[in-house]
T-cell receptor, first 112, second 113 residues
Framework: DAKTTQPNSMESNEEEPVHLPCNHSTISGTDYIHWYRQLPSQGPEYVIHGLTSNVNNRMASLAIAEDRKSSTLILHRATLRDAAVYYC?????????????FGKGTKLSVKP | KAGVTQTPRYLIKTRGQQVTLSCSPISGHRSVSWYQQTPGQGLQFLFEYFSETQRNKGNFPGRFSGRQFSNSRSEMNVSTLELGDSALYLCASFRDRVSHEQYFGPGTRLTVT
């Protein structure tokens, strides 16, 4: 699977939007972009995924660059509960989605 | 609906012993994956099961094994425990092999002394 690059850490203020970047310059045409997050002392939690078009769900939005070499997870209004490690993961289409390859992720801190 | 259940939540074992961890997936989910999380190596994939068959295996020694039962419940076993096996072991459940959403349990914290 292609590699992703994320900043080690980011800070945000409560109730402000947060843009978490992910670079994946070697992404293949059939790779899906997934985002998971892990709150302290919990297992990872699925956030969102996409292939080419921007995606929205109740938790976040995913903006995918036109060339697909980068993407951005957008939290529209950060809350203290959003403080977590965010992982950007690529998975190929058609194969099993079972073996997620986690990198180090971005640790998001949210200040009140 | 109920989430992924892992038992026990905490475990302390001695070097050389073996341990069995259990995972009950979300009802209706047929696939289970296991991960090991340590401060040094982060989250690493162990194995994936679907319909009682191991479909994928990560880069772990043969001391790590698992199985899945007909009701989709899964167990993983670690034999001849080493200090380095101390970790959080996470189980993830998903509907089938092409599902994009994996649901993780709270994990089992294993400490080897």
């Amino acid at each position: 699977d292609a590699k992703t690059t994320q900043p080690n850490s980011m800070e945000s203020n409560e109730e402000e939007p947060v843009h978490l970047p992910c670079n994946h310059s070697t992404i293949s045409g059939t790779d899906y972009i997934h985002w998971y997050r892990q709150l302290p002392s919990q297992g990872p939690e699925y956030v969102i995924h996409g292939l080419t078009s921007n995606v929205n769900n109740r938790m976040a939005s995913l903006a995918i660059a036109e060339d697909r070499k980068s993407s951005t997870l957008i939290l529209h209004r950060a809350t203290l509960r959003d403080a977590a490690v965010y992982y950007c993961i690529l998975r190929g289409y058609g194969g099993s989605q079972g073996n997620l390859i986690f990198g180090k992720g971005t640790k998001l801190s949210v200040k009140p | 609906k109920a989430g992924v259940t892992q038992t026990p939540r905490y475990l302390i074992k001695t070097r050389g012993q073996q341990v069995t961890l259990s995972c009950s997936p979300i009802s209706g989910h047929r696939s289970v994956s296991w991960y090991q999380q340590t401060p040094g190596q982060g989250l690493q994939f162990l194995f994936e099961y679907f319909s009682e068959t191991q479909r994928n295996k990560g880069n772990f020694p043969g001391r790590f094994s698992g199985r899945q039962f007909s009701n989709s419940r899964s167990e993983m076993n670690v034999s001849t425990l080493e200090l380095g096996d101390s970790a959080l072991y996470l189980c993830a459940s998903f509907r089938d092999r092409v599902s994009h959403e994996q649901y993780f349990g709270p994990g089992t914290r294993l400490t080897v002394t």
